[in-house]
T-cell receptor, first 112, second 114 residues
């Protein structure tokens, strides 16, 4: 069965710090990978996705993620976070079943 | 327009009530989804409709009854719910029910069952 794990449940950073959020999935076949963000009081929004091709994917607001097939990972990165990046971040995977499976989420708090 | 709208935003109901949640999109998407999100948990898939037909039912109890009257609308009928059904109910849509398609989420309906 497909599953997604996000190792960091809570992350606290100062502005301008670099960010890396871990995401690992378990599924041996072809997958599509997503990062969604949920800002306080707002709905889930897509940050970026990997479907095929270049494993380094660039998304909105300066975020990027790298798909490493050998490690079953799709970590999210941003070189310099801002206070407005405070949100909950969800990694999600879609495999053979076509179901979108979400990770447990990472709460990011950026201190000004 | 990349918006999925949901009504109501909040709903409080008793265990004997019957209520409905509504979801609407005008992006021409042919796949629509219901998710349930408990506090501090990720969204969990409940139902998928593809071309107005039920495609996936994740073994959801029959007290939740989905309906897709047309390609733009998705309803979730609620009856005889339990307090543990209190959660945020999210609707989403995508162009098709295919891998790689981005799902666009609505703001959700926050449901409290007393």
């Amino acid at each position: 069965a497909q599953s997604v794990s996000q190792h960091n449940h809570h992350v606290i950073l100062s502005e301008a710090a670099s960010l890396e959020l871990g995401c690992n999935y378990s599924y041996g076949g072809t997958v599509n990978l997503f990062w969604y963000v949920q800002y306080p009081g707002q709905h889930l929004q897509l940050l970026l996705k990997y479907f095929s091709g270049d494993p380094l994917v660039k998304g909105i607001k300066g975020f990027e993620a790298e798909f490493i097939k050998s490690k079953f990972s799709f970590n999210l990165r941003k070189p310099s976070v801002q206070w407005s990046d405070t949100a909950e971040y969800f990694c999600a995977v879609r495999g053979a079943t076509n179901k979108l499976i979400f990770g447990t989420g990472t709460l990011l708090a950026v201190q000004p | 327009d990349t918006e999925v709208t949901q009504t109501p935003k909040h709903l409080v109901m008793g265990m004997t009530n019957k209520k409905s949640l509504k979801c609407e999109q005008h992006m021409g998407h042919r796949a629509m989804y219901w998710y349930k999100q408990k506090a501090k948990k990720p969204p969990e898939l409940m139902f998928v409709y593809s071309y107005e037909k039920l495609s996936i039912n994740e073994s959801v109890p029959s007290r939740f009854s989905p309906e897709c009257p047309n390609s733009s609308l998705l309803n979730l009928h609620l009856h005889a719910l339990q307090p543990e059904d209190s959660a945020l109910y999210l609707c989403a849509s995508s162009q098709e029910e295919r891998r790689g398609e981005t799902q666009y989420f609505g703001p959700g309906t926050r449901l409290l069952v007393l």
